[in-house]
């Protein structure tokens, strides 16, 4: 990785640097796992191509933009107490210290989809708390209507983003606030008790929660499983976002199984046979997803109508 440089800034213009990299980094697939629907209140992708999000740094609020600025360079600026802490940690974020020699997947379309996008990388925030509350709002329930409650709940107990942010952009709540949502606000959001009651546990121990980004995935995974209502899916969801684990394939998956058979094999397969399919590939059965996710050789044919939302809002 080469040097990056840094503009110190303030004010309404905030914090800047550039970052390069010996090498490609594709931004926006590399970002994606960060948005929970084109409707994201912490999230949004400009006319411009640039990527603003809101998070919670351990240091405050911060709001950072990211640009591509060419095949091996990005550049961020950053508003809020939590920028130079946000900057400091852009080149970890991005996952730039990967080793990807050991990566060579024999398969056809996994090797033609590591060729075509080189620049793929894992997401290491480090926002432990940040990534639980939407995977689990997307706990056995449709992903349209996981993101609506989302959507709902933010838009409720957020505030706004810090700096000169596109209108809307909102800070997500923190887990003080979460643990203080009332089970009714819970359910008029169509977030059932099962959920919501997992949110709250996890909020109660945020801190501990937090302090797992430092350990080895393995056991931070497992940690993150001590907490009621957290299971495997779940913690790899996590995984995915705030540990940079590129092995974090999310078994109990309602359709991620059949996606690999389909694509991989040309059948449906069940999670048994997805990981001792993929098992070759440790570790980097989660890198092996996204690179079929953005090359658009992910596919499963329909069979049947949609599987109807569930609505707790009714009654």
């Known amino acids: 990785m080469r ?9 309404r213009t905030g914090q800047a640097r550039t970052v390069t990299a ?14 929970r629907g084109t409707g994201d209140p912490c999230h949004r992708v400009t006319e411009d191509g640039a990527h603003w999000h809101a998070s919670r740094m351990p240091t405050g609020p911060v709001t ?12 961020a600026r950053a508003w809020g107490d939590g920028a130079a802490e946000f900057l400091d940690g852009l080149e970890r974020m991005l996952c730039l210290d990967e080793d990807l020699s050991g990566f060579t ?4 379309k996994l090797a033609d989809a590591h060729r075509r996008f080189p620049g793929l990388r894992m997401l290491r925030t480090g ?3 940040e990534a639980l509350v939407p995977a689990v709002l997307e706990q056995k329930v449709h992903t349209i209507s996981a993101r609506a409650s989302w959507r709902t709940l933010v838009r409720g107990f957020g505030v706004p983003a810090p700096g000169p942010a596109p209108a809307g952009l909102l800070l997500p709540p923190d887990s003080d606030t979460w643990r ?17 009651r997992t949110i709250i546990r996890a909020a109660r121990v945020a801190d501990a929660l937090e302090r797992t980004a430092t350990e080895e995935p393995a056991e931070a995974a497992r940690r993150l499983r001590t907490v009621p209502g957290i299971g495997v899916w779940t913690a ?3 995984a995915q976002r705030a540990y940079g684990d590129a092995d974090a394939l999310s078994v109990g998956d309602y359709h991620l199984a059949a996606i690999v058979g389909w694509t991989l094999i040309g059948r449906p397969i069940d999670d048994v046979a997805m990981v001792d399919f993929l098992e070759p590939l440790r570790p980097h059965r989660y890198r092996a997803i996204r690179l079929l996710e953005v090359s658009g050789y992910a596919h499963k044919p329909k069979f049947a109508p949609r599987t109807p939302l569930t609505d707790h809002t009714w009654h």
């Open 3 to 11: 040097e990056s440089t840094a503009i110190p800034d303030a004010g």
């Open 105 to 108: 997947p024999e398969h056809p």
């Open 22 to 35: 010996d090498l490609p980094i594709d931004l926006a697939s590399t970002l994606a796992p960060l948005r």
């Open 180 to 196: 203080r949502i009332p089970s009714w606000t819970f359910h008029r959001a169509n977030v059932g008790p099962e959920r919501a």
């Open 127 to 129: 926002l432990v708390f």
């Open 64 to 75: 950072y933009r990211l640009s591509q600025a060419g095949p091996c360079a990005v550049d």
């Open 236 to 238: 790899a969801e996590i």
